[in-house]
C-alpha cells in the first residue's frame, strides 16, 4: 500500500519558519523524483520544490526560491521541505508527490497535504 504523510504545519508569524516532513512507504522510493505543491484557497496548485531521486538537484519555484530548501533521506525515506522568511502569501496546504517515468509509463502518488497558515 503505498503512502506519503506529511507532517509539520502549522501556524506561524510572517517571517518565521516551518519544516515539513514527508514518510513515503509502498513503493521504491529511491527511484522517484519528489516534489512539494501547494495549493491555497481559489488558486490552483503550484509546484513549489522538486529534488532528484538521488538528490543531485534541486529546482524552486521563483516565489520561494532563497527562503525555502528541499532535501532527502533515502535511507529512511523521507522528503522535507525547510521553510524560512515565511510571508502571508506562503499560506497553502502542501502536498508531496512522488512521481517517475518508466518504460514511457508515469508513475505518481500524492500525500494528503498539511495546512500551513502564516499570520500575525
Known amino acids: 500500500q503505498v503512502q506519503l504523510v506529511e507532517s509539520g504545519g502549522g501556524l506561524v508569524q510572517p517571517g518565521g519558519s516551518l519544516r515539513l516532513s514527508c514518510a513515503a512507504s509502498?513503493?521504491?522510493?529511491?527511484?522517484?523524483?519528489m516534489h512539494w505543491y501547494r495549493q491555497a484557497p481559489g488558486k490552483e496548485r503550484e509546484l513549489v520544490a522538486s529534488i532528484t531521486s538521488a538528490g543531485g538537484s534541486t529546482n524552486y519555484a521563483d516565489s520561494v526560491s532563497g527562503r525555502f530548501t528541499i532535501s532527502r533521506d533515502n535511507a529512511k525515506n523521507t522528503v522535507s521541505l525547510q521553510m524560512n522568511s515565511l510571508k502571508p502569501e506562503d499560506t497553502a496546504v502542501y502536498y508531496c508527490n512522488a512521481a517517475r517515468v518508466r518504460l514511457l509509463k508515469m508513475y505518481e502518488y500524492w500525500g494528503q497535504g498539511t495546512q500551513v497558515t502564516v499570520s500575525s
Open positions: 509502498g513503493f521504491p522510493f529511491v527511484a522517484y523524483d
